[in-house]
């Protein structure tokens, strides 16, 4: 695959996260503008998230970093149909997995719910403990389900096919805000914990159960058009390429397992404040939308060309594709930086919505949202580092960089615990965001550097390339926000504004960025 053609994929890639993160976006946002910031609202959205949180922790992005280079390099040195039955071994592997820790999950729901309460008083603490543990019972099968979906991705992916992929979590996130719509309407908005009825957390669990069912479904049928169909089976300890993939999972599962944990922490400590889990759960649902429209869409498309190369042992063709990769994440993350350290006041305003908007809630998001567009470069430059390194079959530089990023997000929100104002509180769990990636970033660069030596890790011209295109932006998102502060616009004219102030910045960069390409191309033709 051609740096074209990785362009064309991450394109796409890019597009179709689009429609998928901007739903997930809105289902953050539609649960916090029904629940509004009260203590209840903490519990549900933490309970709803929990599910994928242990899906991560057995799997998560794993899935692809394993399985698509083992079913490339199976594709290559064999056929298709023996692809599929090495995907069906890991498969059936996986979803054994997957079953014991649902049922794991349901004997330890009371000691869960008891952690995703652990910020109510005194006097609803028990009741909020009991939705608690109903939602979690809900919710649990919903781990077997994301394992299917992960595993019809990376088939997909490995085939090339990133549409479907990248798009199907948009009809998971519809179906959860047409849920919660449907249960606010019929229950009300904005209930406490000592007044919402059960009736409320199970038409929660089980839409957003039945959610996660179909998009499972959809990822299962894009395999299938991918020449893999899912056919799960044992007998993976009899297949040398099922036993290998299998056994990189297990040394790897701190990857995916360390980033939950650290997360599940952050969780618990927002849950402190009330509405502290929607400020939280919204930065992160910015985080995600930024990185997987631009880094991530990156890393997920070349992560397949990566594998290709690497099976032949071409070190000076990998050390380009990554050098590539790299340039192409950068370029793609640098314009949400700007725009949204610039904008972070009134984007938050527009995101607070319904019974979350309150200026607390405003002020203490907008903080977050700044530290999170600095962290989403960061988390880009991680993720295609340990996409490279995985393609390499080399498991343990992720682990490192998992576990560095584990004990910074511990760390700092152990800290943040002990800080008494709730918006400082907010920002310094947001900050254990941008720290743990850029720790993260650090290690897996450093592993890349060794792993390609005397390649280099980046190419310097690229990064002052970079640099031109953010300055060029910096004048043009100024104006635009000395705009926004002279006319005092109402909520749609503001997006109007922003979106044509955006548009604007984003040509200035683009201008910028295909003139020092240009420069730098004329400059290797000497």
Not at 114 to 124: E, K
Not at 439 to 465: H, N, T
């Amino acid at each position: 695959m051609s740096p074209p053609a990785t362009a064309r994929h991450s394109i796409t890639v890019a597009a179709w996260t689009l429609v998928s993160r901007l739903t997930g976006l809105g289902r953050v946002l539609v649960l916090g503008a029904v629940l509004g910031p009260t203590f209840f609202a903490n519990a549900a959205q933490s309970g709803l998230l929990l599910p994928s949180l242990v899906y991560t922790i057995i799997a998560g992005p794993l899935v692809a970093m394993v399985v698509i280079p083992t079913v490339v390099r199976v594709i290559s040195d064999r056929t298709t149909v023996h692809a599929a039955d090495v995907l069906g071994r890991i498969s059936g592997f996986m979803l054994l997995v997957a079953a014991c820790l649902t049922v794991a999950l349901v004997g330890v729901s009371s000691l869960v719910a008891r952690a995703l309460t652990f910020g109510v008083p005194d006097g609803m603490s028990e009741r909020a403990k009991a939705l608690a543990v109903l939602l979690v019972l809900v919710v649990a099968p919903q781990i077997v389900l994301y394992v299917v979906a992960a595993i019809g991705v990376a088939a997909q992916q490995a085939r090339n096919r990133f549409a479907l992929a990248a798009a199907a979590p948009a009809v998971e996130n519809l179906g959860v805000i047409a849920t919660v719509l449907v249960a606010g309407h019929v229950f009300d908005t904005g209930l406490e914990v000592d007044t919402v009825p059960v009736g409320f957390v199970l038409v929660l669990g089980l839409g957003a159960t039945a959610a996660v069912l179909v998009h499972a479904g959809l990822q299962v049928y894009g395999a299938a058009r991918a020449g893999l169909a899912l056919r799960p089976r044992g007998g993976w300890r009899s297949d040398p390429e099922a036993r290998g993939a299998v056994r990189r999972l297990r040394r790897s599962v701190g990857v995916a397992a360390f980033p939950s944990l650290g997360l599940f922490a952050m969780l618990t400590v927002a849950g402190t404040l009330p509405g502290g889990v929607l400020v939280l759960q919204i930065s992160l649902a910015a985080f995600s939308t930024l990185s997987y429209l631009g880094p991530r869409a990156v890393s997920m498309a070349v992560m397949p060309l990566l594998s290709n190369i690497s099976s032949r042992a071409d070190e000076t063709g990998y050390a380009a594709a990554w050098r590539t990769g790299l340039f192409y994440a950068a370029t793609a993350s640098c314009p949400f930086l700007v725009l949204l350290v610039v904008f972070a006041g009134p984007t938050a305003e527009l995101l607070a919505y319904g019974k979350a908007d309150q200026a607390l809630i405003v002020a203490q998001l907008a903080a977050c949202l700044a530290v999170v567009a600095v962290a989403q470069l960061a988390g880009g430059a991680h993720d295609i580092g340990r996409q490279a390194l995985f393609a390499r079959l080399d498991e343990h530089g992720p682990l490192m960089a998992s576990t560095a990023a584990l004990a910074t997000t511990l760390a700092v929100s152990a800290a943040a615990l002990l800080l008494s104002d709730g918006t400082v509180r907010l920002v310094g769990l947001t900050a254990a965001i941008l720290l743990a990636e850029v720790v993260a970033a650090s290690v897996v660069l450093v592993r890349m550097r060794s792993a390609i030596r005397p390649e280099p890790v980046v190419d310097l011209r690229q990064i002052g390339v970079l640099l031109l295109g953010a300055v060029a932006i910096i004048p043009v998102a100024l104006a635009g926000r000395w705009l926004l502060a002279a006319f005092d616009a109402g909520r749609l004219a503001t997006v109007a504004m922003l979106a044509a102030i955006g548009l604007l910045a984003v040509a200035a960069y683009a201008g910028a960025i295909k003139f020092g390409n240009a420069r730098l191309l004329s400059g290797e033709g000497r």
